[in-house]
């Protein structure tokens, strides 16, 4: 039986583009996969078939042979060299044509043959965090500290290569540098990590006797850390290559310092707004008049209490919050006010505020409101 033209059995033109091609191969392959159609007998062969025709049209030299001679470019006598197995060959040349075709699809995410099989990329080293407690106060004015952080820094005896002397580390001869080993299963090839040289795709084979090979040694960093005025709990500064060192070489990490900030005994916090709850007198509570308040920059407000305030009535400061931490206006303070009931009252000073009472009968309205309420109440209940 005569070949399908290959174009024809992936469905695309002649003029069709590698991207095309890979993307019709990637549609067929996926729709006669053997292990989806059980019931059809002719999807094995149809999906060999569409593997055959992709072999040849993925590679710019084949396929310009194909295109110019057709089949007879891949049979005997044409010098095509490096054809596809044909139809009724065996499983395992089926299966090392499918793991090409695999490469070409998947090699991307699973470090295939892409790149000419260079050296690794060399590990990177692991990002770290440090927790840091401040002040609201130093929250406020933003603050420049030195920290110490324990983590690894890059052997200065081999210049972290691992060698010793910094002699470069020789390509391992199981994986040709790839760090990775295949093996196959039936139709396809599983990948794994090379045993030998645990996925760095190098051995050494004197290690550096400072740190053993790996490249990196620990040791303690001082760092001057600069903490930006408007920060919050939660806020998290990146320190860009000041986390542990790479292996062998590789990128360093990064640094994250996270913040909190620690309870203040006189304001409370909501965003860049301030809270502070101020006690007030009666006196001054019913008469009204003036007090001093603090702000969280050191200094002080005075604030006009109207006459007749209650409990809970808050004045705002405007400005006298936290400061943006992006930038923008800064918030607002909020005095909320707490009427402080005198205690250890002189028997002179309850004469005088039984006196008062008496004379105060239509100065409490909302007691007045409440006890009607509470005796129409009892009434109804009565009735």
Aim: glycine share 16%; charged share 25%.
């Amino acid at each position: 039986m005569a070949k399908r033209d290959y174009y024809e059995v992936l469905g695309v033109a002649r003029g069709a583009s590698a991207d095309e091609i890979k993307k019709a191969y990637r549609q067929r392959a996926k729709a006669l996969h053997p292990d989806g159609n059980q019931e059809n007998p002719h999807a094995e062969t149809e999906f060999k078939e569409a593997g055959e025709a992709y072999d040849v049209l993925k590679d710019a030299s084949k396929k310009a042979a194909y295109d110019r001679f057709g089949h007879a470019a891949f049979e005997g006598g044409m010098g095509g060299g490096g054809g596809r197995p044909r139809h009724g060959q065996g499983q395992g040349d089926f299966a090392s044509a499918f793991s090409d075709v695999f490469d070409d699809l998947f090699g991307d995410f699973m470090g295939g043959r892409g790149g000419g099989g260079g050296r690794p990329r060399a590990a990177r080293g692991s990002d770290l965090r440090y927790n840091m407690r401040i002040t609201l106060e130093d929250a406020y004015k933003g603050l420049q500290k030195t920290i110490n952080v324990p983590t690894s820094v890059q052997c200065g005896s081999c210049d972290g290569s691992g060698a010793e002397g910094g002699v470069e580390p020789a390509t391992c001869p199981t994986c040709s540098g790839m760090g990775k080993v295949r093996a196959q299963q039936g139709f396809f090839t599983v990948e794994r990590t090379c045993p030998t040289c645990s996925g760095m795709g190098q051995i050494i084979q004197n290690p550096c006797k400072t740190c053993g090979g790996q490249g990196r040694v620990e040791k303690d960093r001082a760092l001057s850390v600069n903490i930006p005025a408007g920060v919050e709990t939660g806020t998290r500064i990146r320190l860009s290559g000041e986390g542990e060192a790479g292996m062998r070489g590789g990128p360093p990490g990064d640094l994250y310092i996270f913040i909190e900030v620690t309870r203040h005994g006189l304001f409370e916090r909501e965003e860049n707004n301030l809270f502070c709850k101020v006690p007030v007198s009666m006196i001054t509570a019913a008469i009204g008049g003036d007090i001093e308040v603090p702000t969280i920059d050191g200094g002080r407000s005075k604030v006009k209490i109207p006459a007749g305030s209650q409990t809970g009535r808050q004045m705002r400061l405007r400005g006298k919050g936290m400061p943006a931490l992006r930038g923008g206006s800064a918030g607002d303070m909020l005095i909320e006010m707490a009427v402080e009931t005198p205690v250890n009252l002189t028997t002179r000073q309850k004469d005088l505020l039984r006196e008062f009472e008496a004379l105060s009968e239509d100065n409490n309205p909302e007691s007045k409101s409440f006890f009607r309420s509470v005796k129409s109440f009892w009434d109804s209940m009565k009735g």
